[in-house]
């Protein structure tokens, strides 16, 4: 069965700008969370998806955004980029909300110039 | 789990030694308790949870243990190996609240040969 598949992997910004990341969760899970990981701050929820309905969000601004599609695919998108922004972005998949278990993708990760 | 920290704490354990890592945590309504694996560039992966009606859970080579009169919690890793030496997060879940952890800051397991 295949993991959680986050794409891309690797990207570079520039402040201003925009960027999408892209989630596929393990097959039959319906259940999308996201975290953003860094040094200083640690990994932090940025929001959680389920049903094509944002059910949980964290304490970002609303430059973070997300949507999770009928398949369960789920996009993050973050607005005018700031340097703080710089991160690993994770993508958590389970199979129900409440289920227990995530299971975490390898991330992308995004530095922003 | 505790929010934020600038440095890792790391602990060092001679292979074939037990290693106990440990972590508190501040919110009374937590009902679900986990800890993560997290190797260099991968994302966390999923060792061993405990719900909160539970002191002790074991799994392959680890258990966990709760105590919730002082908000602690802690991994022990029997025997470590090698493969072992990774950075170790617990993460708590406040009732009703699904996918939605908050991560400790982490430790650094060192295994020396």
């Known amino acids: 069965k295949a993991g959680v598949t986050q794409t891309p992997r690797y990207l570079i910004k520039t402040r201003g700008q925009q960027v999408t990341l892209s989630c596929s969760p393990i097959?039959?899970?319906?259940?999308v969370s996201w975290y953003q990981q860094t040094p200083g701050q640690g990994l932090q929820f940025l929001f959680e998806?389920?049903?094509?309905?944002?059910?949980n969000k964290g304490n970002f601004p609303g430059r973070f955004s997300g949507r999770q599609f009928s398949n369960s695919r789920s996009e993050m998108n973050v607005s005018t980029l700031e340097l703080g922004d710089s991160a690993l972005y994770l993508c958590a998949s389970s199979l129900d909300r409440g289920s227990g278990e995530l299971f975490f993708g390898e991330g992308s990760r995004l530095t922003v110039l | 789990g505790e929010s934020v920290g600038l440095h890792l704490p790391t602990l060092s354990v001679q292979e074939g030694d037990n290693s106990i890592i440990n972590c508190a945590y501040s919110?009374?309504?937590?009902?679900?308790f986990i800890w993560y694996k997290q190797e260099s560039g991968k994302g966390p992966q999923f060792i061993i949870d405990?719900?909160?009606?539970?002191d002790k859970r074991q799994g392959q080579r680890v258990t966990v243990l709760l105590n919730k009169t002082v908000k602690h919690l802690s991994l022990q890793i029997a025997a470590t190996q090698p493969g072992d030496s990774a950075v170790y997060f617990c993460?708590?879940?406040?009732?009703?609240?699904?996918?939605?952890?908050?991560f400790g800051t982490g430790t650094r397991l060192q295994v020396t040969l």
């Open positions: 998806y389920f049903s094509e309905t944002q059910r």
């Open positions: 919110n009374s309504a937590s009902d679900y």
């Open positions: 993460a708590d879940r406040n009732t009703g609240t699904a996918s939605k952890l908050t």
């Open positions: 097959s039959g899970h319906r259940s």
């Open positions: 405990i719900r909160s009606n539970m």
